[in-house]
Nanobody, 123 residues
Framework: QVRLVESGGGLVQPGGSLRLSCATS????????MGWYRQVPGNERELVAA???????DYGDSVKGRFTISRDNARNTVYLQMDTLRPEDTAVYYC?????????????????WGEGTLVTVSS
């Protein structure tokens, strides 16, 4: 089984910075795509930033120029550096990965999600 574990959320003042991490574990063979989404209660989950299956990066319009996604391929870990945070960035941030992995003796390709980490931007 593959697991995604997020860390780094918390309370920060407007204009401040936070860095989120997402580490993978389990019987994964390769990662096709990996990134971050966020959700506010009552709203749909939205893209924040991601590495696509084609190898490029994709950012949500509201975070372009403020957030940066990076990765450590050796550790199968992605990071989200969030700068110039705004109150409207307050949300639960979820790590997502589309992974090729062993499920028993079968190779599967499926999506995995972390449990989420809360980011609160408030003075």
């Amino acid at each position: 089984q593959v697991r995604l574990v997020e860390s780094g959320g918390g309370l920060v003042q407007p204009g401040g910075s936070l860095r989120l991490s997402c580490a993978t574990s389990g019987s994964l063979l390769s990662i096709n795509a990996m990134g971050w989404y966020r959700q506010v209660p009552g709203n749909e989950r939205e893209l924040v930033a991601a590495f696509t299956s084609g190898g490029s990066t994709d950012y949500g319009d509201s975070v372009k120029g403020r957030f940066t996604i990076s990765r450590d391929n050796a550790r199968n870990t992605v990071y989200l550096q969030m700068d110039t945070l705004r109150p409207e960035d307050t949300a639960v941030y979820y790590c997502h990965a589309n992974v090729r992995a062993m499920l028993g003796v079968t190779v599967t390709i499926r999506d995995y999600w972390g449990e989420g980490t809360l980011v609160t931007v408030s003075s």
